[in-house]
T-cell receptor, first 108, second 113 residues
Framework: GQNIDQPTEMTATEGAIVQINCTYQ??????LFWYQQHAGEAPTFLSY????GLEEKGRFSSFLSRSKGYSYLLLKELQMKDSASYLC?????????FGAGTTVTVRA | EPEVTQTPSHQVTQMGQEVILRCVPI?????FYWYRQILGQKVEFLVS????????KSEIFDDQFSVERPDGSNFTLKIRSTKLEDSAMYFC???????????FGQGTRLTVV
């Protein structure tokens, strides 16, 4: 089986930093993806970690610890358009398994 | 920029009917997926497809469901004898490799009445 845990909601102010944590227990783990999903839209790719450590990509960074089954997504310099759901998705060779998502609300 | 396209964007069907959801993956991609998202819930994996056969399927993907790649460009999901609980957004996705970014289509919203 698999278990993916991430907070349901987070709220932050424009320009601030928010960290979304994800813990997972899955079989056949190869790496971990983060996707963004705006309401009513398709998920879009943000980042992928296969090795332990931090991957930085502009305002977004993602961290992975394989031994701890833990990842986080760091969103810096928050903008209003970052208000969305953020999906933690461990992967094996054949699929992504999505968590329930963390809804981030950015306030002015 | 290449994209995954899905048709129709919205399908309404009567309970018990069969529906076929269509997808055109990105042309040089080899791995294809179907996911669904019931309103207000998480994105759920249904099936992955590679080399003209199913690679993995979830418990949701029972005998009611089937996938096909009828030609070099389309990838379809057939749902037989639709039930009210099949109402959801169905997303098709494709990727170039097994652990590479999956690109999602905009989805087909299926409403079973």
């Amino acid at each position: 089986g698999q278990n993916i845990d991430q907070p349901t909601e987070m709220t932050a102010t424009e320009g601030a930093i928010v960290q979304i944590n994800c813990t997972y227990q899955t079989s056949g783990f190869n790496g971990l993806f983060w996707y963004q999903q705006h309401a009513g839209e398709a998920p879009t790719f943000l980042s992928y970690n296969v090795l332990d450590g931090l991957e930085e990509k502009g305002r977004f960074s993602s961290f992975l610890s394989r031994s701890k089954g833990y990842s986080y997504l760091l969103l810096k310099e928050l903008q209003m358009k970052d208000s969305a759901s953020y999906l933690c998705a461990p992967s094996n060779d054949y699929k992504l398994s999505f968590g329930a998502g963390t809804t981030v609300t950015v306030r002015a | 920029e290449p994209e995954v396209t899905q048709t129709p964007s919205h399908q309404v069907t009567q309970m018990g009917q069969e529906v076929i959801l269509r997808c055109v993956p990105i042309s040089n991609h080899l791995y294809f997926y179907w996911y669904r998202q019931i309103l207000g819930q998480k994105v759920e994996f249904l099936v992955s497809f590679y080399n003209n056969e199913i690679s993995e399927k979830s418990e949701i993907f029972d005998d009611q469901f089937s996938v096909e790649r009828p030609d070099g460009s389309n990838f379809t999901l057939k749902i037989r004898s639709t039930k009210l609980e099949d109402s959801a957004m169905y997303f098709c996705a494709s990727s170039s490799g097994p652990n590479t970014e999956a690109f999602f289509g905009q989805g087909t919203r299926l409403t079973v009445v």
